[in-house]
Nanobody, 127 residues
């Protein structure tokens, strides 16, 4: 059974850093694209970053470019989101999600394109 489990969320001060992890099980991660999405209270879920089957094919939402870095380790079946220079607007529940894709297809930042997702981890940025 395909499963994604996020971890690493928590409370951090503005300007701080967190690394989120997404553990995959029940499927071959190397055949899937992975995306990170977030949803703040009262807001729509939005795409943060994604990585295709190759680590070289990544995308970032404009609001995280230069601050967040996505990476994947297919051997460990893990995907990471390194988040730096966090601010209050980054407060949200963060989800990882996955979709099977062809090798050379670029990932997308559209939540509706990812049929499988985890339960999420809360990130709160506050002083």
């Amino acid at each position: 059974q395909l499963q994604l489990v996020e971890s690493g969320g928590g409370l951090v001060q503005p300007g701080g850093s967190l690394t989120l992890s997404c553990a995959a099980s029940g499927f071959s991660l190397d055949s899937y694209a992975i995306g990170w999405f977030r949803q703040a209270p009262g807001k729509e879920r939005e795409g943060v970053s994604c990585v295709s089957r190759r680590n070289s094919l990544t995308k970032y939402a404009d609001f995280v470019k230069g601050r967040f870095t996505i990476s994947r380790d297919n051997a460990k079946k893990m995907v990471y989101l390194q988040m730096n220079m966090l601010n209050a607007e980054d407060t949200a529940v963060y989800y990882c999600a996955t979709v099977p894709v062809s090798l050379v297809v670029a990932c997308q930042l559209l939540p509706e394109k990812y049929p499988y997702r985890g339960q999420g981890t809360q990130v709160t940025v506050s002083s």
